[in-house]
Nanobody
């Protein structure tokens, strides 16, 4: 599966952005999906994950309550809605696919369990 992330940009603190991750080559419904981010000089950080059937979601502590991950399997797209953005949310955001995954409810936070990665989209939050 190939992944294409989009929707990044520059926003003021307190604002919102919605990232999209479009899949091609194989049905997205076969994969659990995740979002990660990486700021300059820092390690890649888990942001959120969603299971194949959207029955399970999980978020990193730094974004919990502000970010929402969702998916539309019919459109082969996963979304990350980011509200109440902070300057520390500035990073390159990556979507990733885990699978094909047999477990409809499985999610993982581990970078090494994701087999396919998109190219990343830059999010910059100004203070």
């Amino acid at each position: 599966v190939q992944l294409q992330a989009s929707g990044g940009g520059t926003v003021q603190a307190g604002g919102s952005l919605r990232l999209s991750c479009a899949a091609s080559g194989r049905a997205l419904s076969a994969y659990a999906m995740g979002w990660f981010r990486q700021a300059p000089g820092k390690e890649r950080e888990f942001v959120g994950a969603i299971s194949r059937n959207s029955g399970s979601t999980y978020y990193g502590n730094s974004v919990k309550g502000r970010f929402t991950i969702s998916r539309d399997n019919a459109e082969n797209t996963v979304y990350l809605l980011m509200n109440s953005l902070k300057p520390e949310d500035t990073a390159v955001y990556y979507c990733a696919a885990d699978g094909p995954q047999w477990n409809m409810l499985a999610v993982t936070t581990r970078t090494d369990e994701y087999d396919h990665w998109g190219q990343g989209t830059q999010v910059t939050v100004s203070s």
